[in-house]
DNA sequence: ATACCTGCAAAGTCTTTGCCTTAGG
DNA sequence: CCTAAGGCAAAGACTTTGCAGGTAT
């Protein structure tokens, strides 16, 4: 497990061509191409799982960046579409690049604190389906969380 | 659709009876039973979907109680297990009573803001009886949340 | 040149704690 | 009595905004 996604193991190359994709497409919702704003994509693409506003901080390029203009972007991209928020309890506010082939569904350890993608494909594009066409919903997106104990933290020791 | 679940309409005994279950168990924890307690217990039971800890502060009789204080029992019923925290993107720290037949699985509109139950039950049974027996993990639980919009918001106007 | 963006600082909001008084067991 | 719980107030953490100077186009 854990090799299901094309975003854990991009060259240099392949990731600078999807930020420069998604660049493109924020100059067309009028957008300016920044250094801040580079500085961030990269990052985001970087860090392959939700990630706190803080933890963006560390990230070296951006550690020098003013939080409002951290804060200001990342909602900016979020009303664009280009991230989505997450929420996991009360461990507070998570982001994430909103990449098409992107999971959405996460594992986190009660104890330990570990976060992981759920290691197999999601069952819930027939529930959706069924909200659709029996419920009459639209436009259904979902986000889902499993809490538990991973198998390194249930071993008694 | 909306009438799935019996905590929307119990009676006055029906929730005393809960009520004083819970106080029951919770006296065993070694908490008191005070006017302050009874009273959150009983708002949050009349609400039957996931609240802010501002919305408490709404109704009657809790109303007066301090926000330190309604704050400090949420708190301590979530570390006993009888409360359980939920959080649905941006829209703050929700709770509920954590009451053994309540759904975990919610939609949301992104329109009108209105949260419902899903209106049938959950196939992330089995999803979590696969992550414990092939990917070793133990006391699952989930939260589960579906964004768009709802058949009232979807018409055109 | 213009409109957007950034940094800085400050205001706002929500969460959390200290301390003394009150009250449950 | 003894200790948990409540009220009040203040501290803390995180989020959001105003404004002035800088930058992309």
Redesign the interface.
């Known amino acids: ?1 854990g090799h299901h996604h094309s975003d854990c193991c991009l060259s240099d190359e392949e990731s600078e061509t999807i930020i420069g994709n998604i660049i493109a497409e924020l100059r067309d919702s009028g957008m300016r191409k920044t250094e801040a704003l580079e500085e961030l994509l990269r990052a985001m693409l970087a860090v392959h799982k939700p990630f706190l506003l803080s933890e963006l901080s560390e990230i070296p390029g951006l550690a020098e960046r003013d939080q409002a203009t951290i804060y200001r972007l990342v909602m900016k991209l979020k009303d664009l579409g280009k991230v989505r ?6 461990k507070g ?1 998570f982001f994430q690049l909103n990449l098409a082939d992107h999971h959405h569904d996460y ?1 986190l350890c ?1 104890k330990c604190g570990e976060m992981t993608e ?3 494909s999601c ?2 594009k ?3 389906q ?2 659709k066409t029996e ?17 390194d933290c ?1 071993v008694p020791d």
């Open positions: 497990m928020q997450l929420n996991f309890g009360d506010n594992l009660e759920v290691p197999f069952v819930l027939e529930v959706e069924r909200l419920f009459g919903w639209k436009n259904l997106s979902h986000s889902l969380a499993f809490h538990g104990l991973c198998p249930s």
